[in-house]
């Protein structure tokens, strides 16, 4: 088990990575049935393992933590068995930096055992002082399990002095720093939380007697869940058969700092967001690009999937045609185990084709979501090329992605950043293309519905991967060497 | 391994399933590692088991036979290194009407080792006098390993008095009916054959010194080959070092009649079928639906992924702004292992989710590529209202399907088929939507460039499906009770 | 599948090997459940892989094939309840020399589909003219799937002029030459035949209303069935629920010649071969040993578990203590995936470990069943002197394998034969012991109670391995190269 | 993972499991293969599941647990290669009372990482206070990971305000109760303990520069070790590079009771204990157990494996006939998956069968280890009795176990014990048997070479399964209600 999950899609590196989907239910029958249907539905938020934990009165916490997908796991009525009962919660992930190796005791739920009772947890997001409260918990005892920064809250709470465990909650989550929506649970208890800033998203969902807690709505969809509300910046929900749904208020009052990233890429285009559809915003996002950057072409292309949305808009306001001009190999899985040299080498051509006679003689648009290294750009430029296409014009729906994410984003460090080291110009030259735009950040501002652009004195959005303005200071990095944006910059 | 695979997909049954794709290389080196590639880009042609057969002068033959995708299974150096040789050919099939349960010993290429040498044969098509080839070869003592009707071709072969294997497969295939496309090898040689009426495609490539045959031309693309021609309906090619490509014709000429399917929905909308795009043939077919079965509304949503091309054509068309209603999980598998009832029960929700925000209080379009059950149409529908949709016109990229085909392709039996048994009124009142259209059998003709629409006396292509009107008798199907098309229907 | 069968035990080329097992059984509910316990029984005969096809009126035959020890596989409700019906016959083999590697397909029994209903086939033994069959039968139109010798049969059977199965498998048993046991079934029949010499062993058993067929006694037992009587050399019995058992004589009569071997080490000591124990003839071996080679000693001393039975008869004819001077590993399997270089240099320490403190000082004798290369029986001196043996004396209860079998068992070549190059001195030198002796073949003809010794005008049994007096010419070798013994040797 | 492995042997519920084996290395290359090596040595004291943790300079810990043998896991180069480091140790383990099913995470060596740096530790034994220690360790804040007791040990070191691992060991176990024999390790150090009583082994042994800590001899000799000395009770162990072999003594001295049933049952027979040959002290039972209880009879045969040596003590010491009545199967693994009815029922007949040609008639006693639950005793009488033996006597080379062990040895609750409810002859008439005799408590202390028997006073071995006189309260249970023995008892 230790070793044999290799890293990731060969050429899935020119991605931001969201690291995690949490999802939980109360108060329904077979409580995780329907947290594996949401897990599935959050897939997109991590594809590396899953695990959901439950809770019935016969045997207690029952748990199950796998590698691969959700489908491929939780639908089998054998494992499903294993979790009975009313109350569960799962996880998603991605992987976790700094780990030798996926490991299957870095999957979530964490689960400890209190002397007043049991408590598992489900962490999306990333604490900015984990290394330093780790070297603490370890110093005083603590034995850590897994490589993961989450683990940190659970030792905290049995460490805690107060005599519940929501309290204990509200104590260890006190220490934290940095980005984080947590979905818990006791024994009778389904808990959410989200950090002060409010980076990740939460939302509370109603399913016949029962509530939900998921990281985004179109998990409430799967399982016909209705929509309630967000759970707000700084709140912490705790749910139970006997009280519903209490709010409450553990930390110190913030101006929210949302993870703009979520509207530009990791939330499904299916999902609402801040009372606000996903897919509108990417498309507005296309017509604010069409906008600030338009040329001349024959084609509106979309580099599949993810730059969908933007490319209709585009093509809607700048009424150049909309086509498909690549075209996605649907079978493509997650990883290889020990492929072949042509296997390594064959990059994106796994995934996308050109379609040869769309492309051919044209000048193209190629509207894409974000680029991170330019790799995937790169050699989707020149299999356009190779098609035959006249000119090759790039329109990216978000700002240069220059500063990497410490909020529960696996991004690469910043000197592989394209935008990190070259000027958009220098960029275009890179890339070899006939041009390349990204969307202004105000443009992106205003796509999101703040009509007056960025509030430069106060943010309204996290935006520290475009703007290097960072909400919370990402203390284990800046030990480890990282540096902040100067002045200058 | 027997028993170990189920049926398919819960919500699959509501698609006509192309059976095979056929790949062969020679003259390159690891010939086996282009045939892997090959067959991952015609993966959409069959998702169920995979084969490759190489050889080379130290080992003879070699093959390898998986359940599974390609890319889970021929991706691995350890099973390539198994495969050497600069000569290969590959299968990748869906599955076997008639057989108790998928079994390996049904997967392709299958092989016989004659006294003049070895040979392996990959099959895409069907043969429609299988079952009294089959009954005739037993009667002489051959012994079937398989339930396959692909494996008379085989058997036919061994019997031969011709001295040289591709003149005892000129024999074999002189006795067999249906529609066939052929890919062989024998030590030396490269195949590749098409059945005189040309149902099911087969192109010819080139890859460096070498030749290469495939059913679709995306499948040259991906290992970087250049297209050359197709393999004529009638025509075997022979293919080796010394001679290059021989150009022979064992059959008695007849009229050509392709598979209009191919271009409705089997084909990746990447490839080249008759030097024609199948993407822009799906996109004229939604410019014919438009103007055939225009309606009032505010939105053109395709069904993904296969409706999409029509539903751009016919935004364009209609004026309508185009967008995506229905957005697609994309960590959807293949198949279930002993699911839990609530996955069994999900059905295509497990798959397609509605874009509520985008959907509400609008007049949708939803263009789809073809009805065969219409059960997954109906619960589109649904999907669709539940979220507010104010109502809903199904736009069909096909005609009725009506009539089950026996040249290779996975169809329901025919009182299975609402088209079958109801008028398109019918239909409409059967999934309540506003309004429902198919495309008329002259307008898909039309988008796929025959201008004065279907010669009735002499049609261009077999559209059994829709028409009834099989260019080949179905003999066994007839046997065991299939009535033809009366004078009167 | 294809290759992931390392060869065997590094530590087992120093043994002959059986190399099939067959087991059949009617008129039971459920079958196959007693078949997969017969062959548990007689896993010592084939480790591996095993099959087991069975008939149902419902499913008709019905088939499942594994690698590894029955215990691993026929004992899983999922799979033994694909296995259904009153009837069934199931094989277990070592290994089909002159494969490439381990092959499902070569896995017994084979099944074949004639004009007139289907038969299976378990086959234990060698067909000495399989080659030229086999090239007859490619020229005639067959399609061999396995390399295995014994799909001959089913060939020879499918293109028989006869009417019915039973008819046309002693049609097709005059072709073979060599030694054969069989087990077969139809629809309703269960059939058994032994070649006209008898050479590998089959029984007759019933059990309740049934009936059963089996290599050895011994699988008898398992399943509480009661010894009816042997199937005589040259009978074929058809056994059904209408007729009972039904005796046939298809060959031409021969004085039997039962291999004398599976007295000394293929058999399991608690079955019953020719009305003899087999570990009551053992513990003769070792009395007569004791009686042609007695030796001054302190401890007499098995090789485990096969040396075990002759062991116990030396001790008790000899006076010398009777004591456990190896002890044998338990939780050894049967090979190793991949080994590290430490592992593949252990060899029969992994396997054996001497006790030391018994040992030390005396004067040992150690009692082996047989000596082919003399690799182990080196290993095994070296391990006793170690502990610090005063002496170490080897009494061997078989006369010296000089020759190879041809009729069923795995034997290295002629030349890797220590017995074929070397007298009984230079063995001895050879191994440096400080003496060596091996029962002569007169003392083994007394044991299993032929009092007046080998008839050498005509020997009651095939000892062709210690004579080389072959009672079937092995015409394929010989055609490889093979030399009979000369008048001179 | 989690569920997969089901309890046990059908058939194994008849014997005491002995939990535990461990094993270390330190200052020879590659420190694992031979851990994985004396663990296979050690595979009879514990089949469930096994784990290596290494140090290497470069990667630092490096670990690995699985299910199953020893061989089918740590033999393979790719596993093994991810264990590098001159210093490894190692555990194989029975199962864990209590817990709801085998886990990976209960699977031994345990790891902590403390401010010092990390420690592994492999214990076998039982902490008679383990469940006080838990409770007390997570009400200040320790979070457990497994349901192992021995995970106590780790968590009090990680408490501990000492500030070297060797120290925080010493203060660990002075507050753990019970029985442990304790192989740890640092980054650069070895550590073996024996608890104070020295209720289980450990040994200390030299290969090459390097030492070794094992739990027998028996996996010295397979490196090819030299056996030094015991490891004494109450003695720790701390070997390195710099300091060869140190020894401490952390506890208050006491009189040792090393575990009597190590040489009955537990041990190899090839291993010495306290100076004497496991081997002849089992057959020096039988010895005395003909002395005790004689009976006229015409074979003794022992119930295989275990009870062999004393047999054959029985027969020299009787001059009765000794052979094997009993044959195995040598072919039984552990545990069956989902196993069909007819396998469930199996029970014994699986593993045995009865030697019928020789047991016919005659007057047989049977010789075995111990009686647990009589259930298996049971069965192998009706098997001796449907093959025709005249009587069955058992003599049993224990004597009767009445009481549960509390010390890291797998017994069933008291009441299901036989010899916990019925007398001698009770059991005699329960498996109704000709005679039924148990060596006496004096005979068995005689045959450890206790010239006066056991000191009644002051009992030199703990024996307390034979007489409920526990030499260390077992805490734990009496809280849960367990019964000591009372002065009428």
Redesign the interface.
């Known amino acids: ?3 044999q999950m290799p890293p990731a899609h060969p050429f899935d590196d020119d991605k931001l990575k969201e690291e995690c989907g949490i999802f939980g239910v109360i108060g329904v029958t ?1 409580a995780s ?1 329907f947290v594996a ?1 949401g897990l ?2 959050l ?2 938020r991590g ?1 590396e393992a899953g695990g959901i934990v439950s809770h019935d009165a016969e ?1 207690g916490f029952n ?2 933590r796998r590698f691969g ?4 796991n939780f ?6 068995q ?1 979790l009975p009962g009313p109350l569960a919660i799962g996880h998603v992930r991605y992987s976790t930096a700094g780990s ?1 190796g996926a490991q ?2 870095d999957v979530q739920p964490f689960f ?4 007043m009772g049991g408590a598992a947890i489900a962490h999306n997001g990333n604490i900015t002082n984990a290394d330093a409260l780790r ?1 603490e918990l ?8 897994s490589s993961s920064d989450s683990e940190c809250i ?2 905290l709470m ?3 002095l107060q005599r519940n465990i929501p309290e204990r909650m509200e104590d260890a989550l006190r220490r934290v720093e940095g980005a984080f929506s947590v979905v818990a649970m006791t024994r009778s208890k389904l808990i959410g939380v989200r950090d002060p800033l409010g980076v990740r998203p939460l939302v509370l969902g109603k399913v016949a007697d029962g509530w939900v807690l998921s990281s985004e709505t ?1 998990a409430l ?2 399982i016909g869940a209705e929509y309630v509300r967000e759970i707000e910046p700084g709140e912490m929900v705790v749910i139970s058969a006997e009280h519903g749904v209490e709010s409450l208020r553990p930390f110190r009052p913030q101006k929210s700092r949302f993870c703009i990233f979520e509207h530009v890429y990791f939330s ?3 999902s ?1 967001i801040g009372n ?2 996903v ?2 915003t990417r ?1 507005q996002i296309g017509v604010e690009l069409a906008r600030e950057a338009p040329v001349d072409a024959d084609l509106v292309c979309p580099v599949p ?1 993810s730059g ?2 933007a490319a ?1 808009g585009f093509a ?1 306001e700048s009424g150049i ?4 001009g690549i ?1 996605r ?5 997650r990883t ?8 390594r080498n ?1 990059g994106v ?2 995934k996308l ?6 492309i051919k003689g044209k000048r193209v648009i190629l509207v894409d979501d974000s680029v991170v290294r330019g790799t995937t750009s790169r050699k989707i430029k020149e299999m356009i090329l190779d098609a035959g296409a006249a000119e090759v014009h790039f329109r990216i729906a978000s700002p240069p992605t220059a500063w990497p994410c410490f909020y529960g984003v696996d991004t690469p460090q910043r000197e592989k950043l394209l935008a990190a080291t070259m000027t958009e110009e220098q960029m275009r030259d890179h890339l070899q293309v006939d041009s390349l735009r990204f969307v202004s950040l105000d443009g992106l501002y205003r796509a999101v519905g703040e009509v007056e652009g960025r509030n430069p004195k106060q943010p309204q959005y996290c935006d520290a991967c475009f703007s290097g303005d960072y909400p919370v200071e990402p203390s284990d990095q800046i030990k480890k060497g990282f540096k902040l944006k100067t002045a200058a910059e």
């Open positions: 088990m230790d070793l077979d049935n249907l599935h539905a897939q997109h594809q045997h748990s199950a997908y959700v489908r491929d639908t089998s009525q054998s494992l499903m294993t030798k299957i005791r400890g055992e209190f002397s070297r370890i110093e005083r005892g603590s034995i850590f399990q659970i030792h049995a460490r805690s179109c969809d799967i499904r285009p299916d609402i606000r559809s897919y509108e498309r999937d969908t949305p209709i809607h045609p909309y086509g498909m075209v190999n649907q079978y493509m899985g290889f185990i020990e492929p072949t040299e042509q296997i064959m051509r796994l084709n050109v379609n040869r006679a769309l």
